[in-house]
Nanobody, 119 residues
């Protein structure tokens, strides 16, 4: 079992910045990748950014050049630095961890943190 605790959401004006954090506990040493997804009202959840256990990063096209995903040396905390925020970035942001289970990969999710960007 892995528990994910997010923090750092809030309200910011367009052009501003926020930094999200997600701390993993439990069997965190079996994490393959961690990432951030977001879901806006009446829209599907979408990948924002992800970092693999080897450090490979990928980003949604809509956030490239503005958002940066990083993690701590223990690979149990992941961060999302969000710069030049736009109103369309408004959503609930969810932390995700992909963990190696005994037979397959398992997905774990945080409770979500609201990010609201005002115009």
């Amino acid at each position: 079992q892995v528990q994910l605790v997010e923090s750092g959401g809030g309200l910011v004006q367009a052009g501003g910045s926020l930094k999200l954090s997600c701390a993993a506990s439990g069997t965190a040493n079996r994490i393959n990748a961690m990432g951030w997804y977001r879901q806006a009202p009446e829209k599907q959840r979408e990948l924002v950014a992800r970092i693999s256990s080897l450090g490979f990063r990928n980003y949604a096209d809509s956030v490239k050049g503005r958002f940066t995903i990083s993690r701590d040396n223990a690979k149990t905390t992941v961060y999302l630095q969000m710069n030049s925020l736009k109103p369309e970035d408004t959503a609930v942001y969810y932390c995700n961890a992909v963990v190696a289970g005994p037979m397959n990969l398992l997905d774990y999710w945080g409770q979500g943190t609201q990010v609201t960007v005002s115009s």
